[in-house]
């Protein structure tokens, strides 16, 4: 539509005003008035709309926090579930938790003992030692409704020989937000949330910055112990490392300090923390990047795209290393947050509103198997493309 056909509906519309107005006796003065405070209306309700409109597509793409188990009716919270562990995970025996003591989660009976196959609801099989010939997938026939659980927390670079497991388990465990039950390496609980639930009960809040977190510390960490010269971490490492100093830890740098959390303490006394992933692939962000996030040091990260990291920090919680045209506009980036400290609030304000939870290898995982298969009961689906799916 041209400017002209634009403006005669206006011209038409003045001449019906002045016609209107002679019938009705109003003077000129009167009806100038008239169409001033009608344009003035149409405006404001032009806005009111328009405004409406963006709150409510703002609202609409607000990344929502995530729900690891969907709300479960009364009917499947009740009936007793009895999970079998077939394998402890990499040959590392723990003892099996009270899932009523530490999360809440009521009759459910974990037991490590292959006598109790015939009778368990479901089996969790960790798929390290299936794949390596440590044990063996269950032989006997399986009894009838009895769900199989494959779970996995490697990424699939270094998960093999899934092609063996096709059409054999029922459900999916891993960090994927679209496995069939998911738990990540880590997630985030806004402080505002109301709801009180076991997940909010164990996160540890995370604290704004202070003026002594802005003062200059040292700059860059990075905690290796898997090096391997073919990882795209290692020759990221390799360019970095001309622009800026990066102190190196683990097995091919200083040594860690003693005690459990030593990486946290010790990434404390940084501004940043590489946490660079061994592979990059769909979801796959491991404690890396958590152990910054509690550190308080800002992550600069290297895995999947920002837009998947987005999924579960706010964007400015990262510094993503796609985020810049080379290495060295990283290293330029690094040194200018390191002078000002204004700039370098802007990583660190988003801090106040969240508590970070990360769940406990490997006794917060039996436990939500085991509601899981409650919450399915009755359902035996097959996963027929485990390979497809997890490589996808």
């Not at 100038?32 to 409510?56: M, N, P």
């Not at 509601?371 to 497809?388: F, I, N, S, Y």
Request: proline share 6%.
């Amino acid at each position: 539509m041209g400017a002209g056909a634009q403006w005669r509906p206006a011209c038409r519309s003045t001449v019906a005003a002045r016609r209107a107005a002679r019938r009705t006796g109003l003077s000129r003065r009167e009806t100038c008035c008239v169409r001033v405070l009608k344009r003035i209306c149409s405006s404001v309700c032009v806005a009111a709309v328009g405004f409406t409109l963006l709150l409510g597509v703002c609202l609409l793409y607000l990344p929502e926090p995530f729900t690891l188990e969907p709300s479960v009716s009364l009917s499947e919270e009740t009936g007793a579930v009895t999970l079998l562990i077939w394998t402890h995970p990499f040959g590392r025996y723990r003892k099996l938790p009270d899932c009523w003591e530490l999360y809440q989660i009521s009759e459910c009976t974990l037991t490590d003992d292959a006598g109790s196959y015939p009778e368990a609801d479901a089996v969790l099989i960790h798929h390290r030692e299936i794949v390596t010939g440590e044990a063996d997938l269950p032989q006997a026939p399986r009894p009838h409704a009895q769900k199989w659980i494959w779970m996995n927390y490697e990424s699939p670079t270094h998960t093999p020989r899934l092609w063996r497991l096709e059409g054999v388990f029922n459900l999916t465990f891993s960090y994927r937000t679209d496995s069939d039950i998911f738990l990540p390496y880590g997630y985030l609980v806004p402080r505002t949330r109301t709801v009180s639930d076991v997940h909010n009960h164990f996160a540890q809040p995370l604290y704004g910055p202070s003026h002594s977190s802005l003062r200059p510390h040292r700059l860059v960490a990075w905690v290796i112990s898997n090096w391997s010269e073919s990882h795209a971490r290692v020759a990221f490492y390799y360019q970095l490392r001309r622009y800026i100093q990066i102190d190196v830890f683990g097995r091919a740098g200083r040594t860690l300090p003693a005690g459990s959390g030593s990486v946290v303490q010790l990434v404390r006394r940084y501004l940043f923390y590489l946490a660079l992933e061994n592979s990059q692939h769909t979801d796959y962000i491991t404690e890396k990047l958590w152990n910054a996030v509690r550190a308080g040091a800002v992550p600069v990260v290297l895995g999947p795209s920002r837009q998947n990291y987005e999924r579960f920090l706010p964007p400015e919680a990262f510094i993503h290393v796609d985020d810049f045209p080379t290495v060295q506009e990283l290293a330029r980036y690094l040194l200018t947050l390191r002078r000002s400290p204004a700039r370098m609030r802007r990583h660190l304000d988003w801090r106040g509103s969240y508590g970070l939870h990360q769940p406990a290898f490997w006794h917060e995982h039996y436990c939500t198997a085991c509601r899981a298969v409650r919450r399915t009961r009755g359902r035996a689906d097959v996963v027929r493309d485990l390979t497809g799916w997890f490589h996808s």
